[in-house]
């Protein structure tokens, strides 16, 4: 299973990025999907989260101008950020609950992180 992110860079103070993740491999369903980062010295933190029923949870930094969305519960997440700031700099990772089969437990997986950076 891989989970591949894409769309982040450099933005300005205010701007606005999306960053994408997609799946692929063989199993059997995602279930939770979420957003992570983390800049060096520090542990990675969660962003956002989202279930295949569209449940989602949102880290208090980010509320208000981060939204994530996860269309007709595809095994594929969006992250949608607006009003970015400076603290929001940061190697972004996409996170998944993979589902290899429909009896077997969820095991973890990463992509390899997509950098944001907001300055100007």
């Known amino acids: 299973v891989q989970l591949m992110e894409s769309g982040g860079g450099l933005a300005q103070p205010g701007g606005s990025l999306r960053l994408s993740c997609t799946s692929q491999g063989l199993f059997f369903t995602i279930l939770e999907m979420g957003w992570y980062r983390q800049v060096p010295g520090k542990q990675r933190e969660l962003v956002a989260r989202?279930?295949?029923?569209?449940?989602?949870i949102t880290s208090d930094s980010v509320k208000g101008r981060f939204t994530i969305s996860r269309p007709g519960g595809k095994n594929m997440v969006f992250l949608q950020m607006d009003d970015l700031k400076p603290e929001d700099s940061a190697v972004y990772y996409c996170?998944?609950?993979?589902?290899?089969?429909?009896?077997?437990?969820?095991?973890?997986?990463w992509g390899q992180g997509t950098e944001v950076t907001v300055s100007s």
């Open positions: 996170n998944g609950q993979v589902q290899t089969t429909e009896l077997s437990d969820t095991v973890n997986h």
């Open positions: 989202i279930t295949k029923e569209d449940h989602t």
